[in-house]
């Protein structure tokens, strides 16, 4: 470990944090350039700018700040600067109530880790990580399993962990495009890096319910968001209910680990983080690309609805390659960075089942299973994401009006798109470099992982006693090859059976013309996944008669909403409960100064008898 001062830290763990925030931050304010020209004026760009510096600075306080009053003034200043980003637009009063319920929220997630940090600081009369760390080892295990509950509640909101998700889909579709880059492929990771310092390194696992809470919450958290996310039609909240869903993949491996620190198997908790911490950074890279070409396709048409769109592969296609591959990066397809770590977390799961019994044998299957049907249905959301918007005909004049985005714009999806590629086919180079931050963050030797530089090998002889088998092998770049290889013969068929063929209209199914009125629409490819989870979603929907007379109906009008569950069942009673409690404590307040004094000797007499007593 090599300290700059008694203040900041620059272990393994904070160095990796501080690289996700760079490359991510790099290629959004690159990107923001272009995307602020022509939308502002001068001042309020330059106060952009200037908000952008200060919160990547307050994020990387956050990942290096080595006492309890550096990290919380940075967590505070690092929620702060991203409220004046919600609110950025104040001119519209969606912006305004997105920044209310994320202010609000944040906060109530900041109370749960001050109340974390004071009993932590009760017990070590020091803000210090280290002498925290030696006076969580001494205290009961009630209190431990109170500060992690705690913990993870305060940590669980800014993730946007279910059912703490709520603020997440409304701040980050109205903060610029830039700006929701970087809140949703680097903020909400402070998080995780909070739950990974303050749980594994300060307080430590002893119980093996914690990392078992964990992957409940993560499990529920992936299909939560991807279910709402097929059901969404505006690209940005598409994009922020897939951050939940990925940040529940990440939690899949972090809780993993947890349970294998708790049972004593170190090496597969080692393997487990690794799969978590490849997985976070993958997510930043092509979560940060999705938001910055929802940006530029925002930019271009002037809406954030998909059923605005269509056509755009041939107006924007630059924007079009880039969507795609983060769009393939995200649904987990070979030989991109998303399948590598998704691939690694399934291993994770499945060694996991190797070396337990009985009911956690199940329970881990369960989550593997859980977690390919996530894959499967992130899959059809981008299928319907990149077809309703780039393919098709112009449903708009939104559409049919868009325009390719500036250099800069480009340059910054540029840049996370081949980083996208690279975190993909040099998968065995970076799971190295990962297992060496794992293991320095749980104390392991992880030389007992091998991975080759170019082929990704799991030693399973080393993880577990017992014979196990052959090797688990996966080599990507041999992958890579070989659908290049297979692309290319494709391309040759084509060519050679395009000499020929004849050039004709496409077939309209016997219609008599075929316009933009009868394409697919999002609304229509979400229906099928509707009806399979509308135990959860509750789905209605609403039909108008327009007429000219009493006789002749000139249209029908026909809309189809999903039931907010969280919303409805879970905050607008709390909601309701809250404003019944403060109507009551407003009867105190009768304005009477006598009653006020009165108020106040009440308060003396129980200050005198408190201090009395002890």
């Not at 509640?153 to 830039?178: D, E, N």
């Not at 998080?191 to 809470?213: D, E, K, N, Q, V």
């Not at 039609?233 to 993993?256: F, P, Q, R, T, W």
Request: proline share 3%; glycine share 6%; charged share 10%.
């Amino acid at each position: 470990m090599f300290n700059l001062s008694a203040n900041f830290i620059f272990d393994p763990l904070s160095i990796f944090f501080i690289f996700v925030i760079l490359i991510v931050s790099s290629a959004a304010a690159l990107y923001s350039h272009g995307y602020l020209k022509n939308a502002y004026t001068f001042p309020r760009k330059v106060f952009a700018w200037v908000l952008l510096l200060i919160f990547v600075c307050s994020m990387l306080l956050v990942v290096t700040g080595s006492n309890l009053l550096v990290f919380i003034i940075a967590w505070e200043l690092m929620s702060l600067v991203s409220y004046f980003f919600v609110v950025f637009d104040f001119q519209y009063n969606r912006s305004i109530q997105a920044g209310m319920i994320y202010i609000v929220i944040t906060h109530i997630g900041t109370a749960f880790l001050l109340a974390a940090f004071l009993m932590i600081y009760q017990a070590a009369h020091s803000f210090d990580f280290i002498a925290l760390k030696d006076a969580c080892h001494l205290l009961p295990m009630q209190t431990r399993n109170t500060i992690f509950l705690l913990l993870l509640i305060g940590f669980g909101t800014k993730a946007g962990i279910v059912p703490m998700h709520i603020w997440l889909p409304y701040a980050h579709p109205q903060a610029p495009s830039h700006i929701s880059s970087i809140m949703s492929g680097v903020m909400i990771k402070t998080a995780i890096y909070g739950m990974i310092r303050f749980i594994f390194f300060i307080l430590g696992i002893t119980s093996p319910w914690w990392g078992i809470l964990v992957l409940i919450l993560a499990i529920i958290s992936c299909l939560v968001g991807v279910i709402y996310a097929l059901m969404e039609h505006d690209i940005k909240k598409l994009l922020a209910y897939h951050s939940v869903e990925n940040i529940g993949i990440i939690l899949l491996g972090v809780g993993l680990g947890m349970f294998f620190v708790s049972m004593n198997l170190p090496y597969l908790a080692v393997f487990a983080l690794v799969a978590g911490l490849y997985h976070l950074i993958n997510h930043a890279i092509f979560k940060g690309l999705l938001f910055l070409c929802a940006g530029s396709v925002c930019k271009a048409t002037g809406t954030r609805n998909m059923e605005k769109m269509g056509g755009l592969i041939k107006r924007m296609p630059h924007t079009a390659v880039y969507f795609l591959i983060g769009a393939m990066a995200i649904s987990a397809l070979p030989p991109l960075n998303g399948f590598v770590s998704e691939w690694l977390t399934l291993q994770a799961f499945f060694l996991g089942a190797l070396n337990t019994l009985g009911g956690t044998k199940v329970f881990l299957g369960i989550c593997a299973a859980m977690l390919a049907l996530t894959g499967g249905l992130a899959a059809a959301c981008f299928v319907k994401a990149f077809g309703i918007i780039f393919l098709a005909q112009p449903r708009s004049q939104y559409a049919e009006s868009a325009r390719e985005v500036s250099w800069s714009m480009k340059a910054g999806m540029f840049i996370l798109a081949a980083l996208v590629i690279i975190f993909g086919l040099a998968a065995g180079s970076i799971v190295k470099l990962l297992i060496k931050v794992s293991a320095a963050t749980l104390g392991v030797d992880g030389s007992a992982l091998n991975l080759s530089a170019y082929n990704l090998t799991l030693n399973l002889q080393a993880l577990m006693p017992g014979p196990v088998g052959k090797d688990s092998y996966l080599s990507l770049p041999y992958l890579a090859a070989l659908l290049v290889i297979l692309g290319a013969i494709f391309f040759v068929i084509y060519r050679l059976a395009k000499r020929k063929s004849l050039t004709y209209k496409t077939w309209d199914c016997g219609y008599y013309k075929v316009g933009s009125r009868n394409e697919y629409t999002a609304t229509a490819f979400s229906k099928p996944f509707r009806i399979a989870f509308s135990f959860f979603l509750f789905p209605y929907h609403k039909t108008q008669k327009v007429r000219e007379s009493f006789y002749h109906v000139k249209a029908f009008s026909y809309e189809t909403h999903t039931t907010p569950v969280f919303k409805k069942y879970v905050y607008y009673p709390l909601l309701a409960w809250i404003l019944k409690f403060a109507r009551l404590l407003r009867r105190i307040q009768p304005g009477s100064i006598h009653l006020y004094l009165a108020y106040i000797f009440a308060v003396i007499i129980l200050l005198i008898m408190f201090i009395n007593k002890f």
